[in-house]
Nanobody, 122 residues
Framework: QVQLAESGGGLVQAGGSLRLSCAASGLTFSSYAMGWFRQAPGKEREFVATCSYSGSSKLYADSVKGQFTISRDNAKNTVYLQMNSLRPEDTAVYFC???????????????WGQGTQVTVSS
């Protein structure tokens, strides 16, 4: 079965950086768009970033543009999210997703990871 396993979350001070990784298995990774969503306490889940199957096309939420970078390594079946200049409002559970289209819509993604917690202290 398809598995998306996130790692790299943790506690970081404001202004710091983290890199999330998501290792995929059970699917033809290079045929799927990969992305990230997040859900903060008491808030709805929201789109963060996504990239096309080749990695050539990328979309970001306005709130993270210029701060986060999504990338993928199809040889390793892994997608990354480099997060810089982190702020307390970036605190959330971050979910890795896989789907056929690199879009902002949650319902377009077929597979979801369990999530990894990112906590940014002020």
């Amino acid at each position: 079965q398809v598995q998306l396993a996130e790692s790299g979350g943790g506690l970081v001070q404001a202004g710091g950086s983290l890199r999330l990784s998501c290792a995929a298995s059970g699917l033809t990774f290079s045929s799927y768009a990969m992305g990230w969503f997040r859900q903060a306490p008491g808030k709805e889940r929201e789109f963060v970033a996504t990239c096309s199957y080749s990695g050539s096309s990328k979309l970001y939420a306005d709130s993270v543009k210029g701060q986060f970078t999504i990338s993928r390594d199809n040889a390793k079946n892994t997608v990354y999210l480099q997060m810089n200049s982190l702020r307390p409002e970036d605190t959330a559970v971050y979910f890795c997703v896989a789907g056929r289209l690199a879009v902002r819509t949650q319902s377009s993604y077929d597979y979801w990871g369990q999530g990894t917690q990112v906590t940014v202290s002020s």
